[in-house]
């Protein structure tokens, strides 16, 4: 059964850091991960998708690295700026299915000081 | 990437109504979408798989007959929750993908308290 941790559960720093946050996933038979943003009282946005065949993704400031046989996926923050505040979500798919249907970590509350 | 959206975004109720919550894909058409449940300081639970043409499936703890779904076409799928209770308010959220593809894209929730 696929469960998903993310450390820290909150985060805070001064603008301009480099961070990374941290997510560990127990069902490495995956063909992808997801990592999300999440304003308060928002929907979801969609940052990077890592395929199973890849190792990395990068968009902008952001960079998301895979590694299936540990278990474990990382999100790094560039030069992080305020409006970076948000929670990340990490996010698998259940056990066994190819894609949509994901398990979510609890997310890291991520807090940048100006 | 694709666009799911999602109405209404907020809809307050009384206890023992019920609600209907609409999920639409705009540019590409779904034959299953999924429902999520996120409660306060709580992460996204997934309740249910809609699927487009037949019934939808749920998931273990979640009761269908509270939580009717319908995906009546290859863009729309609704959540309606019957005879609602306080504990039934939460943050409800769908999600949807392109056929063949594996990234899910999620609508802008709904926020359901029910008084």
């Known amino acids: 059964k696929q469960e998903v941790t993310q450390i820290p559960a909150a985060l805070s720093v001064p603008e301009g850091e480099n961070l990374v946050l941290n997510c560990s996933f127990t069902d490495s038979a995956i063909y992808n991960l997801q990592w999300f943003r999440q304003d308060p009282g928002k929907g979801l946005t969609s940052l990077l998708l890592?395929?199973?065949?890849?190792r990395e993704q990068t968009s902008g400031r952001l960079n998301a690295s895979l590694d299936k046989s540990s278990g474990r996926s990382t999100l790094y923050i560039a030069a992080s700026q305020p409006g970076d505040s948000a929670t990340y979500l990490c996010?698998?798919?259940?056990?066994?299915?190819?894609?949509?249907?994901?398990?979510f970590g609890a997310g890291t509350i991520l807090r940048v000081k100006s | 990437g694709a666009v799911v959206s999602q109405h209404p975004s907020r809809v307050i109720c009384k206890s023992g109504t019920s609600v209907k919550i609409e999920c639409r894909s705009l540019?590409?058409?779904?034959?299953?979408m999924f429902w999520y449940r996120q409660f306060p300081k709580q992460s996204l639970m997934l309740m249910a798989t809609?699927?487009?043409?037949?019934?939808?499936?749920?998931e273990q703890g979640v009761e269908k007959d509270k939580f009717l779904i319908n995906h009546a076409s290859l863009t729309l799928s609704t959540l309606t929750v019957t005879s609602a209770h306080p504990e039934d308010s939460s943050f409800y959220i769908c999600?949807?993908?392109?056929?063949?593809?594996?990234?899910?894209?999620f609508g802008q929730g709904t926020r359901l308290t029910v008084v």
């Open positions: 999600s949807a993908g392109e056929t063949g593809d594996t990234e899910a894209f």
């Open positions: 540019d590409f058409q779904a034959t299953t």
């Open positions: 890592i395929q199973s065949s890849q």
């Open positions: 809609s699927n487009e043409g037949s019934k939808a499936t749920y």
């Open positions: 996010a698998a798919p259940l056990s066994g299915e190819y894609g949509n249907k994901l398990v």
